[in-house]
């Protein structure tokens, strides 16, 4: 063996990978982290939270020992130039029940606060929770609330304080529905449902996204839960269930518009009503509900911000603010919302008339 290399010192370069890996690891740390799950706001958030660091700290523990233990012998039993060959040892049946038993009862200190926390997060919801039925669509959500008997879409509104019960289930593919900062992700599948029960014990937005890949535009399937003061969220259920305004309201601009919300085209997937209900004006589930879409703060899936100029540019060619859109699926129906030829004077009565409904 040779020794000299056995007492060799840490080159630079070793030296300068240490340094480097410091100043990785430490700006990585800089927020702002708007999905951060070390930051709960939900009950459902804390357990989870909770359970992360009672494991991190077992492990540092364990770190901190295994690591010891090596250094202690690196340093006591290094080569030295006259030194006898080491002594090996076998069959010591103490050290054996020792190691085999160590991580038996780290486990088991592990197992028990784990299986605490999968039946507290996954118990029934109580009697008077809000339930709320989440439909997973390439690429974006819906909401249903059949205590209010309406559907909303890419923006989730709960009232804080109140216990939710998320009932999920999916139009096409499976997704993942994932709030970070209110409770764990969970699987949404079709035909069947899933659930995730929180209550939420801050007011603000809190932003998510799918967490299972689901096509072109998983990455493009966001979500923003809005936990609201119990008196904003009264407000908004008030909006949410009155109807759109009155066509006899409307500009001449924007009854343009209504004209062409409601024009059959060629196909007829093409028109917008085939897809995108207005509480009496069209019933479309394929798409999102848009009897309220002016009151949302995003569209097309959460990405884009809900502005005049974006709204024109996805109505112009989704699939370029959104890649997929309009794409075939498996079984020959088409995903998300395709390019129907709007003319740049459609566009404009399109816009004016969809900023009516709030
Ligand atoms: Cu839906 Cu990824």
Redesign the pocket.
Known sequence: MNRDRLRGRPSRTGWWVVFVGLIASVTACQGPFPQTTFEPVSRFGEIADGLFMTIFWFGVLVFVLVEGVLIVTLIRFRAKPDAEDPKPVYGHTALEITWTMAPAIIIAFIAVPTIRAIWEEAADPGADALRIEVV?H??WWEYRYPEYGFISATELHIPVGRQVSLELTSADVI??FWAPRLGGKRDVLAGRTNRIVFTADSVGEFLGQ?A???GSS?AN?RLKVMVDTQSDFDEWVALQTSGPAPADSLTELQSRGLEVFRTIRTPASNSCIACHAVTGISGGILGPNLTHMASRTTIAGGILANTEENLRAWLRDPAAVKPGQGSEGPNGGIIGMPNVGLTEEEIDALVAYLQTLR
Request: proline content about 0%.
């Open positions: 997973g390439q690429w997704h993942s799918c299972e890949f689901c998983h399937m």
